[in-house]
């Protein structure tokens, strides 16, 4: 964070300083006591199970120069530590998103904003990662995307930046126009509409509308850039607006489309994309159909800013996925398939499809809860289970009481009884595959992030 004068970060916030400390400025910003370092303004938030006000002095302790602070949650004493700056807001949270408007506001250069049902997270790495080839570009951490995480990732924008990558999550509706108002991209990019968090929303067409509110913002020299192939955003594409829309997508009649495309199974896609009326081949790793989408959305940044299709295509040989996202590890015996970071319907039914194309001997599934889907969570389940048979997976293993759907489903579709299985919890799943899995198979790993698969992909690796 460029250093930013104390009376200047009260104005942005909206609030008063109360005490002046030593130093005039702050250096970054933390809403987290462990984490704090020298310099940085402490924002202690509140929530449902906690109060950053009673950490206060553990962040003073780290180095925090200077301090936010409710009125009604914290008061100045004669015990208060004179040597920091404190500011008196009536709201911590709202002082955090202001701060970020004016700091954003600091910054000219490119921010391309992405949200989506499902890849939008690897579509943002994607996208950070090709431009990152030619310019200094700065993207969130993780899946940083909420009304907190945003405006850190905000604060990590340095003078030599050039680009600013930023993934927008939600639960429900005006959360993504928020974040879209503190980040105002020039470039917005929606990568489906699923079933990921229906029980908040709804429907779909509420999922839509919520995911729509990344356009909120933009203007006629501003771009959005949508799932062609996806009934929603197809609508969208037909509509009017004021923006620029682009559509990318499998079919051609999308604005950018791959064709030619080779599948190289678990070594990814080679695949050609017309560009200013020539075709040029790109190279993409990663399995699943899906990342091909994702790699188009790249292309399209990556040409819009300038980069050669040489470039893009050489920087798509050196990209890695996040952790936990259709990570492919090689073990003595056999492959997992670790996607453990999270799931939906349409997330879970890719990664089948994944594990089905792969070459190698059984095809074992472990499959967990899928959460946030309301009443529609048996249908979605349901839809994973008979994902399961098409896709002719050999093994299934359930963990939770939902994910006994998916198993329900597979075998009314006629997966063999004896080849699925209802585990309760991740150490009966682990009991269970040790116990199936030979030589030459595969072993797909998925669940909601609330599952905590990710226990069994490590304990996997260990015994193996």
């Not at 949270?93 to 949200?115: C, D, H, M, V, W």
């Not at 048996?378 to 009481?401: F, K």
Request: proline share 2%.
């Amino acid at each position: 964070m460029i250093k930013q004068a104390l009376e200047i970060v009260a104005k942005a916030c909206g609030g008063k300083i109360v005490q002046k400390g030593l130093i005039d400025g702050v250096f970054g910003v933390s809403t987290d006591s462990r984490t704090t370092k020298n310099g940085d303004l402490f924002i202690p938030l509140i929530g449902e199970n906690f109060d950053g006000h009673n950490y206060i002095e553990t962040a003073i302790e780290k180095g925090a120069s200077a301090v936010l602070f409710q009125g009604s949650n914290f008061s100045i004493n004669k015990n208060t530590n004179d040597k920091v700056s404190f500011i008196e807001v009536d709201n911590t949270l709202e002082a955090l998103q202001n701060l970020s408007k004016y700091y954003r506001n600091l910054f000219t250069i490119p921010f391309i904003g992405i949200t989506g049902s499902t890849g939008k997270t690897t579509t943002k790495d994607m996208v950070s990662h090709v431009l990152s080839y030619k310019y200094n570009t700065l993207k969130n951490i993780g899946n940083l995307n909420n009304q907190i995480g945003l405006p850190l990732t905000i604060f990590n924008l340095e003078e030599n930046h050039e680009a600013c990558v930023v993934e927008m999550g939600m639960s429900g509706l005006g959360e993504i126009s928020d974040l879209a108002e503190i980040a105002r991209p020039e470039i917005a990019i929606i990568t489906n509409i699923g079933l990921s968090h229906i029980e908040h929303l709804g429907s779909q067409e509420n999922i839509f509308k919520a995911k729509m509110e990344i356009s909120n913002f933009l203007n006629e020299d501003n771009f959005l850039l949508l799932n062609g192939d996806d009934k929603f955003l197809k609508k969208a594409k037909e509509s009017e607006h004021t923006f620029n829309k682009v559509s990318i997508g499998l079919s051609e009649d999308n604005d950018l489309y791959a064709e030619n495309i080779k599948d190289l199974k678990d070594k990814g896609y080679v695949f050609d994309v017309k560009i200013n009326n020539k075709l040029y081949t790109f190279n993409l790793d990663q399995p699943g159909l899906h990342n091909v989408y994702n790699a188009l959305f790249a292309i399209w940044v990556g040409t819009h800013f300038n980069m050669t299709p040489e470039e893009i295509d050489e920087s798509f040989r050196q990209f890695k996925p996040s952790k936990m996202r259709l990570e492919i590890v090689k073990l003595k015996d056999f492959t997992l398939i670790n996607d453990a970071y999270n799931a939906s319907p349409d997330s879970m039914t890719a990664a089948l499809k994944v594990l089905s194309n792969m070459d190698g001997n059984k095809k074992i599934a472990i499959l967990g809860n899928m959460f946030e889907m309301g009443e529609h969570s048996e249908y979605g389940h349901r839809l994973v289970g008979e994902a399961a048979v098409t896709n002719n997976i050999d093994y299934l293993i359930t963990v939770g009481n939902f994910a006994e759907w998916i198993a329900e489903e597979a075998l009314d579709k006629g997966m063999l009884h004896n080849n699925v299985y209802k585990a309760q919890n991740n150490e009966e799943a682990l009991k269970t595959v040790l116990q199936i899995v030979s030589k030459g198979d595969i072993v797909l790993l998925k669940g909601s992030r609330g599952m905590k698969m990710d226990e069994i992909a490590t304990e996997i690796q260990e015994r193996s």
